[in-house]
C-alpha cells in the first residue's frame, strides 16, 4: 500500500472552518493546512458538509490532499459523544435527514440559550446571528463570540468556563442520535467512523468497555486518541482497548483557527491508519492536491 500512496504527511484528520464554529473559511483553512507543512488535511465541520466545495477548489489550487469529512453529534446517555466520518456519501438519504435534524434542533438549542441569558446580560440573537456565516452551523462557540464583542467576556475560552457552562443555569441540551445508530449510519452511507477526543473526562467518565466493544461490533473504525484534550490516564486505558477491539488510533489538531489554542499538526494520524481510511471509506474519495 506504501508505494500506492497519492497522499503525503503529515496527516492532520480534525478541523474546522467557519462553516460551523472554526473562524476561517474553508479556503482560508486549507492555506493555512499548507502553509502549516500539513500534506494531508480533513475537513470535519459540525454536522454539515457546506464547507466541501469550498475546500476541494483550494486543496487542489495549494496541492494538498483533502479527506473530506464531517464531525457529527451523537448523546450516550446524558453525555455529548462527537463521531467524526470520513469520505461518505454526503448525498446518502440517512446522512441528510439526520444532520438536518441534528442542525435545526442545534439551532432551537441556541435561541432557547440565548433568550436565557439575555433576561440576565445584555445579549440577543441578532448579536449570535452577526458572529455566523452563511449556512452554518449555529452552535454555543457563536454565542461565546458574541459575548466576547459585547464585552461580556474576554474570550471564548473564558465564555465557556463561565456563562456557557453547564452549572451556570443557561445550558440547554439539544437532540443527538445514538452513537450506535450514528456509526450504522456513517458505514451505511459508505463512511468511516471514528470517537472523537474520547478521553476529555478522564478515566471515571470513560465510555464503558462493554459499549466500546458494541461499537466496535457497529463498525466503529477507530479512536482519536493523540488529542491534546485527552486525559493521560483515560489516554492510556483506551490504547490498551483499543488493541482488544481492532480499533485504529488517530492523532488530530481539532483546529479552530483562533476559536481555540489548538495548532494545526500538533497530533498526526500514521499514513498506514489513513490508507486504512481511504480503503475502507467508498462514499467519496479524497481529494488528491
Partial sequence: MAGERRFRGPIDLHTHSSVSDGTETP????????????????????????????AVEMAREVGITLIRGMELS???????????AYLFDPSDAGIVAETARIRSARLTRAEQMVERIGADYELTWDDVLAQTTEGATVGRPHIADALVARGL????????????????????????PDPLFAIRLVRAAGGVPVLAHPATRGVAHMIPEKRLAE??????????LEHRENEPEAKARLYVLAAKYGLAVTGSSDYHGT?????????????????????????TPPIYG
Fill in 27 to 54: 479556503s482560508q483553512l486549507i492555506r493555512a493546512a499548507a502553509a502549516a507543512g500539513l500534506g494531508t488535511v480533513a475537513l470535519t465541520d459540525h454536522d454539515s458538509t457546506a464547507g466541501w466545495p469550498e
Fill in 153 to 176: 467576556v474576554l474570550t471564548r475560552s473564558e465564555a465557556f468556563s463561565g456563562i456557557l457552562h453547564w452549572e451556570a443555569g443557561y445550558y440547554q441540551p439539544h437532540y443527538a
Fill in 215 to 224: 461499537m466496535a461490533e457497529a463498525g466503529l473504525f477507530g479512536l482519536e
Fill in 259 to 283: 476559536g481555540k489554542p489548538n495548532r494545526l499538526g500538533e497530533n498526526t494520524t500514521a499514513p498506514e491508519v489513513l490508507d486504512q481510511i481511504i480503503e475502507q471509506g467508498t462514499g
Fill in 74 to 84: 451523537t448523546r450516550e446517555r446524558f453525555t455529548s459523544v462527537h463521531l467524526l
